[in-house]
């Protein structure tokens, strides 16, 4: 790109309106104007002088505050979307996510599944939408911070007369500028905190330019924000798992690749009595009948010694035994493990008895384990037992057949064959809860219901985040620009003689208002004019 070179000796990178260190008005159509365009010091913007390459019309559409603007809104409206109903990760593992949608939410929540809703937050377009918004950031960023930068760094103390003239605030004196006037001036913005600068008598006063940078610090922090938000689909960088446990069960944790395993000992589940406990919890207990005091997992922490081997047992070292209670979570190596939710009274195992209808003799006894069934129970003296099938969850599904709507035991459901010396070829009987077929014609035999054992079910929240850092750094960051930009603002001031005249001219980015006043009480006593707001003084007319 060719280089515009100005009459100061200066040279601009081409498409800068205003000489980054004279201020001279460089293009034709900008002289035409009353003020000068200060935003960026008139420098030239990348995103406006190039746009050739592939690379440049990236640049130019990313840079583009409309795109950043409209990709924050997509990202809300997405965002929102993904609220309307639980994440897949927060709903009970007891049947398939598409049929829950569907059973739970009907139509519509069979639709939120099809779109890819339930799994919104970590969906490539979700990313994408996200890593958008970082590029557009970073972009504009760089393509307005690097000009008004390079500007603000050469700006000499003596601008051109067509620079302070197009200033908003301008004026001209008359008044001979006495080394006296000079001083009082000097003394009074020094007591104002600008930091002078002189070149051949001219004056230039400035403070609070980091306040320039306060938009820049705010991308900066929401740059490093998204960063940590994206980093949590890092494997191993954030887990937010949910660990349901029975009383008795051990299980690995999940996140640690099978390193820590965790046993329920048992589930405690305590409850406010109105009897026995103090008078304030009375009423809750007449409103609600129930308030729970304390549920809490007493739990053993295990770790793996050596390799896993596929279909051995791991083998597992005993670390400690802690309770684990809403709000005192158990915690390693960045892992953290929060009570959050139970079940009471979920059925464990059922016990049957194999029973002749006509005589009523029982003839041993069959546990079925509902979590691992054995296949075949032998009672002795020729009897035996065989599970044909099994369904935890029982219902009849669209064809009028026996199904299971989850693998947890919430309505068991068996299809028994029954061997005795009678019958050696076997009977065949569906029973389920209060229901006892016989499907393929009256027996001589039937599974008799002889007991229930039932265990409480504990759901803990596993959770790790080496996130959260950089997220909190980037909102730190982020409320450092807000800051940083809405308390203070760049104010500067020049004095030039020119023409036997004193020329004055002011400017900053906010608060005009501010510093008008402010430079009515630096002029004061000195004889000299202060600035004029030439916008107001236009209004007035």
């Known amino acids: 790109m060719n280089e515009v070179k100005c009459e100061c000796g200066h040279v601009n990178p081409?498409?800068?309106?205003?000489?980054?260190?004279?201020?001279?008005?460089?293009?034709?159509?900008?002289?035409?104007?009353?003020?000068?365009?200060?935003?960026?010091?008139?420098?030239?913007?990348?995103?406006?002088?190039?746009?050739?390459?592939?690379?440049?019309?990236?640049?130019?559409?990313?840079?583009?505050?409309?795109?950043?603007?409209?990709?924050?809104?997509?990202?809300?409206?997405?965002?929102?979307?993904?609220?309307?109903?639980?994440?897949?990760?927060?709903?009970?593992?007891?049947?398939?996510a598409w049929e829950y949608y569907e059973e739970q939410y009907g139509w519509l929540g069979k639709l939120y599944y099809d779109l890819g809703f339930h799994n919104l937050y970590s969906s490539w377009w979700y990313l994408l939408l996200i890593a958008a918004l970082g590029i557009s950031l970073v972009i504009a960023s760089l393509d307005r911070v690097v000009p008004l930068y390079r500007s603000l760094k050469n700006q000499r103390v003596s601008r051109h007369e067509s620079f302070l003239k197009r200033q908003r605030m301008f004026s001209t004196s008359d008044a001979v500028l006495t080394d006296e006037a000079v001083g009082?001036?000097?003394?009074?913005?020094?007591?104002?905190?600008?930091?002078?600068?002189?070149?051949?008598?001219?004056?230039?006063?400035?403070?609070?330019?980091?306040?320039?940078?306060?938009?820049?610090?705010?991308?900066?922090?929401?740059?490093?924000?998204?960063?940590?938000?994206?980093?949590?689909?890092?494997?191993?960088?954030?887990?937010?798992?949910?660990?349901?446990?029975?009383?008795?069960?051990?299980?690995?944790?999940?996140?640690?690749?099978?390193?820590?395993?965790?046993?329920?000992?048992?589930?405690?589940?305590?409850?406010?009595?109105?009897?026995?406990?103090?008078?304030?919890?009375?009423?809750?207990?007449?409103?609600?009948?129930?308030?729970?005091?304390?549920?809490?997992?007493?739990?053993?922490?295990?770790?793996?010694?050596?390799?896993?081997?596929?279909?051995?047992?791991?083998?597992?070292?005993?670390?400690?035994?802690?309770?684990?209670?809403?709000?005192?979570?158990?915690?390693?190596?960045?892992?953290?493990?929060?009570?959050?939710?139970?079940?009471?009274?979920?059925?464990?195992?059922?016990?049957?008895?194999?029973?002749?209808?006509?005589?009523?003799?029982?003839?041993?006894?069959v546990t079925v384990d509902l979590y691992d069934p054995d296949m075949k129970y032998d009672l002795g003296n020729g009897y035996k037992v065989e599970?044909?099938?099994?369904?935890?969850?029982?219902?009849?599904?669209?064809?009028?057949?026996?199904?299971?709507?989850?693998?947890?035991?919430?309505?068991?459901?068996?299809?028994?064959?029954?061997?005795?010396?009678?019958?050696?070829?076997g009977e065949v009987s569906f029973v389920a809860i209060r229901q006892n077929l016989e499907p393929l014609g009256e027996n001589d035999y039937k599974m008799t219901f002889n007991g229930i054992e039932t265990k409480n079910v504990t759901a803990l929240t596993v959770r790790k985040d080496l996130t959260l850092w950089i997220i909190g750094l980037g909102g730190l960051i982020f409320m450092i620009g807000v800051i940083q930009g809405a308390y203070w603002n760049h104010r500067r001031v020049w004095l030039r003689r020119l023409n036997n005249q004193v020329w004055t001219a002011a400017h900053t980015n906010k608060n005009w208002h501010g510093l008008k006043r402010e430079l009515e009480e630096v002029f004061s006593d000195s004889g000299i004019a202060a600035p004029e707001d030439q916008v107001a003084e236009e209004k007035k007319e």
């Open 14 to 96: 081409q498409g800068t309106i205003l000489c980054e260190s004279c201020g001279r008005v460089l293009e034709e159509k900008e002289k035409d104007k009353q003020l000068v365009d200060m935003r960026y010091e008139g420098s030239a913007r990348r995103s406006q002088t190039y746009n050739k390459t592939i690379i440049d019309k990236i640049w130019n559409f990313f840079s583009s505050v409309k795109v950043g603007v409209w990709l924050i809104v997509i990202l809300l409206v997405a965002s929102s979307l993904g609220t309307i109903f639980p994440q897949e990760m927060y709903i009970p593992p007891v049947m398939p």
């Open 387 to 425: 599970v044909m099938s099994y369904f935890p969850d029982f219902e009849f599904n669209e064809d009028g057949e026996p199904a299971t709507k989850s693998r947890i035991p919430n309505n068991p459901a068996f299809i028994f064959k029954m061997f005795s010396p009678e019958k050696p070829e």
């Open 184 to 365: 009082k001036i000097k003394e009074n913005l020094t007591k104002k905190r600008y930091k002078l600068r002189e070149e051949n008598g001219d004056i230039l006063a400035e403070k609070n330019r980091f306040s320039r940078w306060g938009p820049y610090v705010n991308h900066l922090g929401l740059i490093i924000f998204l960063i940590g938000g994206m980093l949590r689909f890092v494997p191993g960088m954030y887990v937010d798992e949910i660990l349901w446990l029975r009383e008795g069960e051990t299980k690995a944790i999940p996140g640690t690749e099978g390193r820590y395993y965790l046993e329920n000992k048992q589930f405690i589940f305590e409850v406010y009595d109105k009897d026995k406990d103090e008078e304030v919890f009375q009423d809750a207990i007449n409103k609600a009948g129930t308030v729970v005091k304390n549920y809490q997992t007493d739990a053993t922490l295990y770790q793996r010694q050596g390799e896993i081997v596929p279909g051995e047992k791991p083998e597992l070292e005993k670390i400690r035994e802690q309770a684990i209670q809403v709000n005192k979570p158990l915690k390693i190596d960045g892992f953290a493990l929060y009570q959050v939710d139970y079940k009471l009274d979920e059925m464990s195992k059922m016990a049957f008895k194999l029973e002749n209808k006509e005589t009523g003799d029982q003839f041993g006894d």
